[in-house]
């Protein structure tokens, strides 16, 4: 089992472009969550897909947007990358809501110049 | 609105020496708490979970943690601290069934020789 997966690891945009990452988990969990990671502000919830067909905001859903393609698939999209936007983002899978932990992927490390 | 608090955002401990690290939450309804790992350059990882029933939770690599409902509190503890310990470390909380999970903003511990 690969668990979470995330692509690209790195990736450099100049203001204004665009890039979507990729999330794909393999333990056939039911909700799905993006997160960024910004020094001394811990992890903040960008947007979550509690079940297939189904996204909704979180914390910090501004200038992003979400696209749960299937069960085993999510990918979090910028449409015009801004400098604010620099960051490290996660990706989690869970079996639901609550009791359940969540699985990390490994991280995709952005820079927006 | 769920929130977390974790005390001090870096904490440094001598090898053998009790690792305690604090978390403090605010939730308006019975909160799960969790507590995560973070290796350099990784994803998450759970160490260990609150629910219900037994306050006193113990998780991997020897960590546990003690549910304070009076003090709204859930500290981590390790006895004595190994220089694999080296790490940051979150709280989170989810309201129940929210899959709004709250994170804290991280605590570095560093172990000395």
């Known amino acids: 089992n690969a668990g979470v997966t995330q692509t690209p690891k790195f990736q450099v945009l100049k203001t204004g472009q665009s890039m979507t990452l990729q999330c794909a988990q393999d333990?056939?969990?039911?909700?799905m969550y993006w997160y960024r990671q910004d020094p001394g502000m811990g992890l903040r919830l960008i947007y979550y897909?509690?079940?297939?067909?189904?996204?909704d905001k979180g914390e910090v859903p501004n200038g992003y947007n979400v696209s749960r393609l299937n069960k085993r698939e999510f990918s979090l999209r910028l449409e015009s990358a801004a400098p604010s936007q620099t960051s490290v983002y996660f990706c989690?899978?869970?079996?639901?809501?609550?009791?359940?932990?969540?699985?990390f992927g490994p991280g995709t490390r952005l820079t927006v110049t | 609105a769920q929130s977390v608090t974790q005390l001090g955002s870096h904490v440094s401990v001598s090898e053998g020496a009790l690792v305690l690290l604090r978390c403090n939450y605010s939730?308006?309804?019975?909160?799960?708490l969790f507590w995560y790992v973070q290796y350099p350059n990784q994803g998450l990882q759970l160490l260990l979970k609150?629910?219900?029933?037994?306050?006193l939770v113990k998780g991997i690599n020897g960590f546990e943690a003690e549910f304070k409902k009076s003090e709204t509190s859930f500290h981590l503890t390790k006895p004595s601290a190994h220089m694999s310990d080296a790490a940051e470390y979150f709280c989170?909380?989810?309201?129940?069934?929210?899959?709004?999970?709250?994170f804290g903003t991280g605590t570095r511990l560093k172990v000395l020789a």
């Open positions: 989170a909380v989810e309201a129940s069934g929210t899959y709004k999970y709250i």
């Open positions: 939730s308006s309804v019975p909160p799960y």
């Open positions: 897909s509690a079940s297939e067909g189904t996204t």
């Open positions: 333990m056939n969990h039911n909700s």
């Open positions: 609150y629910t219900t029933g037994a306050t």
């Open positions: 989690a899978s869970s079996e639901s809501s609550g009791v359940y932990e969540q699985y």
